[in-house]
């Protein structure tokens, strides 16, 4: 079963995330964020050196846990268009207001990700 499902919305793409615990809830919201933006291809890509893992730590307030939620995906979006091609989480705590993460990445690459939305902003919905 996955953890996360697309539904078609008014406003272009919802999503219904699911996960057993917060940081289970948080991770599976940053996979379905990056399989909206890119796809992986499954091609080799000879590089004649491994590209570094792009590591970013950070801190997000919310008000309550959906603006939490919210400000966290946000933050995603606004480290992918910083050049990440993928995205993973490191749960360093996540309560009702506040979420510490490791945001780990690796560097966008035209040959071995292709872009297949853009994600203009995140936004509540009812």
Not at 38 to 56: D, G, L, S, W
Not at 99 to 104: F, I, T, V
């Amino acid at each position: 079963m996955s953890n996360y499902k697309f539904f078609d919305h008014t406003a272009d793409i919802g999503v219904e995330i699911s996960g057993r615990t917060k940081k289970e809830l948080f991770a599976n919201a940053s996979n379905a964020m990056f399989d909206i933006l890119i796809e992986t291809m499954t091609i080799k890509v000879h590089q004649p050196k491994r590209h570094k893992k792009r590591q970013r730590t950070v801190t997000v307030d919310g008000k309550d846990p959906e603006d939490l939620m919210i400000n966290f995906l946000r933050e995603l979006l606004y480290w992918f268009n910083g050049k990440v091609g993928s995205s993973a989480m490191q749960d360093n705590g996540v309560g009702n207001k506040r979420l510490k993460a490791k945001l780990m990445g690796e560097p966008y690459n035209k040959k071995k990700h292709r872009l297949k939305t853009e994600i203009k902003a995140v936004t509540y919905s009812a």
